[in-house]
């Protein structure tokens, strides 16, 4: 049986009973990313608890010493960032994040703690619990926009990048400050406080992340690949008592689209951090905006 034939019978065996209600509401979902910018789907059980344990293990990974986590660095296809703009004046946002893809793992001379190990593995898990919810948010995509994006986002993985966040307590009122991501869309899986908001309509609206579902929304290269049909939602994080007492882990998908020739333009446009006035891209006809894509290279940051 080839790996494909595996994949999609894996996929449809271990997960059809939870998806199928997901499935029966794919128009309204649908509707749902017009009118608001955002869809949200149910959590299979099996994912709610993977997402749950990566939190854990996150909490228990960046517990651990500035020194120790330094020492797996971003590279390429993952690892850690501190991003302290005490340190570095051109940061933003206060907080510290790893990412990790597909094929990540750590270098072979680094020195694994239990935390390191427990980490990467509840991640890895991650991703396979991910993967079927993925492929559907891709099939409504195409859907709603008539391009092809299972194509685009599914066959080839290694766009996907799960990224841990960490906010530690901090006096800043904007955590994060706005921006449209700049991948083809996000899957927010895990919020620990509240404060993430989207511009939508001319105003911040406050989005919460019940235990049972999860949002996704469009990013830059969405928005490229659907000649504008959809919008890459500009979104920010407010702070909150919580946030300022306990800090703030959020976990979500990056889905860049690795099958597809095109990228967002960072070395010539930069961070998407306020590039653009929030929901500038939403009314920019499709000649304007694809000034900010250009081919990819073979490597692919994921940052
Ligand atoms: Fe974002």
Redesign the pocket.
């Known amino acids: 049986m080839s790996e494909r034939v595996f994949d999609f019978c894996w996929f449809f065996m271990l997960n059809e009973e939870n998806l199928k209600l997901i499935r029966m509401n794919k128009n309204e979902l649908s509707e749902m990313l017009l009118r608001d910018g955002f869809a949200k789907v149910q959590y299979p059980a099996s994912l709610r608890l993977a997402v749950s344990n990566f939190v854990k293990a996150w909490k228990g990974f960046v517990g651990q010493s500035l020194e120790h986590k330094m020492q797996i660095s971003f590279l390429g296809n993952g690892g850690y960032e501190n991003k302290d703009p005490k340190i570095d004046s051109k940061l933003v946002d206060f907080k510290e994040d790893f990412h990790i893809n597909r094929s990540y793992d750590f270098p072979t001379d680094f020195k694994q703690t239990a935390e390191d190990a427990t980490f990467l593995a509840a991640g890895h898990t991650l991703f396979n619990e991910i993967r079927p919810v993925s492929h559907l948010i891709a099939e409504m995509l195409s859907e709603v926009t008539g391009v092809d994006f299972v194509k685009l986002a599914v066959e080839k993985e290694d766009g996907w990048v799960i990224r841990a966040l960490w906010y530690p307590p901090q006096e800043n009122n904007i955590l994060?400050a706005y921006?449209?991501?700049k991948s083809g869309h996000?899957v927010?899986l895990f919020d620990s406080v509240p404060g993430f908001e989207r511009f939508w309509e001319g105003e911040w609206k406050s989005m919460s992340f019940p235990e049972t579902e999860a949002v996704f929304f469009p990013?830059m290269l969405g928005q490229y690949y659907s000649e504008c049909k959809v919008k890459a939602l500009a979104?920010r994080v407010v702070s909150s008592p919580e946030s300022r007492s306990k800090g703030r882990v959020s976990i979500?998908l990056?889905t860049d689209y690795a099958n597809g020739l095109m990228k967002y333009d960072k070395d010539k446009w930069g961070p998407?951090q306020q590039l653009l006035a929030p929901g500038q891209n939403y009314t920019m006809p499709f000649e304007e905006f694809n000034k900010y894509f250009t081919e990819r290279p073979s490597v692919i940051d994921s940052r």
Do not use: L
Request: aromatic share 10%; hydrophobic share 25%.
């Open positions: 994060a921006h449209p991501d996000t927010h990013g979104h979500v990056f998407t």
